[in-house]
């Protein structure tokens, strides 16, 4: 794993911020800049105390990535690995802010959730080779040539030009029309690449007996669905993340938090859109059974990525963020 300078990163966000929450909203910047950061700040429905992490983490962070990005020629594509819950999303859009209004870089932050197969595609990936393929998640429900050409378009276009990117519709289980995707103009310096498998590599395939939990146990009797998710992980995902040049994975304490995080989005998901007829709330056995779709590639995320990874973060039962070595 490579080392991250921590004491000078840290000392370098410390110098440029105060730690108070009025601090963070940087001392030159305008009106507008002031507003937007606020703007991102209630979007993602922060307390107030999140500024402390602000200081601790986030700019040494964003530091971290403007290093990282002075290193090479070309665009920084960063991963950003994390399980349920963990708060790949946050972290990304927040780095994302910073990056910008402090050092000037242009960020994208894609989401893995974005290039999902239509529902159709996995009605016929499941009827083809198992039918738990029909649960979005897991390796194999990715449209990979979509997220690779995309990645692509974005490192490459002119100023003067725009890419569609790709926006998967949760709520209605599909993939938005290509008239309601947002666009990107130009050449990002930064894109930040979330997902909860991103960077994965394969199990070893002996590994993958016996079954992990009753979803392995009951569905999957002849390991089929736990081998096409493996072998997609050793060929297609393999070339789409080679397109990454640095690897960040958020540590979470075990897996067994994955539940109770996952749980809170499911709140905030339904507090966040109106009840239609018949919605019911997403019951806890049900959370589980989802969850178990991903518990085995989650687990084994955790236990081998760290030793590869290029910045581990911890993450810990209160849902903080820290920088390594606070």
Request: with cysteine; proline share 6%.
């Amino acid at each position: 794993m490579a080392q991250v300078p921590v004491l000078q990163e840290q000392q370098t966000g410390r110098l440029l911020f105060s730690d108070s929450l009025q601090g963070m909203i940087w001392r030159n910047s305008t009106a507008q800049r002031q507003r937007r950061f606020y703007r991102a700040l209630q979007d993602m429905a922060l307390p107030v105390d999140y500024s402390a992490l602000l200081s601790s983490f986030y700019l040494p962070f964003a530091t971290w990535l403007q290093v990282a990005r002075e290193q090479q020629s070309e665009p920084l594509v960063v991963g950003i690995c994390g399980a349920q819950g963990s708060g790949k999303s946050t972290i990304a859009h927040l780095a994302a802010q910073i990056i910008e209004e402090n050092h000037g870089l242009r960020t994208l932050v894609l989401s893995l959730d974005d290039f999902y197969l239509t529902k159709r595609r996995r009605l016929q990936l499941a009827a083809a080779v198992h039918p738990l393929f029909r649960a979005r998640g897991v390796p194999g429900t990715h449209d990979i040539r979509l997220g690779m050409a995309t990645i692509r378009r974005v490192l490459t276009q002119r100023p003067e030009s725009f890419a569609s990117l790709p926006l998967f519709d949760k709520a209605r289980d599909d993939r938005r029309a290509v008239n309601h995707w947002p666009s990107f103009q130009g050449r990002p310096d930064i894109v930040l690449f979330e997902g909860w498998c991103v960077g994965a590599c394969p199990q070893p395939e002996e590994q993958l007996q016996p079954a992990l939990n009753t979803l392995e146990k009951e569905d999957d009797t002849q390991c089929i669905w736990r081998l096409a998710v493996n072998q997609q992980l050793a060929g297609p995902y393999r070339q789409w993340f080679a397109m990454l040049n640095k690897l960040v994975l958020l540590q979470i304490p075990d897996f067994s938090w994955v539940q109770v995080w996952r749980g809170l989005q499911e709140e905030k998901l339904l507090s966040a859109r109106p009840q239609r007829a018949g919605h019911s709330k997403f019951d806890a056995y049900k959370l589980q059974r989802f969850i178990m779709h991903y518990e085995r590639l989650t687990r084994y995320i955790l236990q081998e990525m760290p030793q590869r990874a290029d910045l581990v973060i911890p993450i810990d039962p209160a849902h903080n963020p820290h920088w390594p070595g606070e």
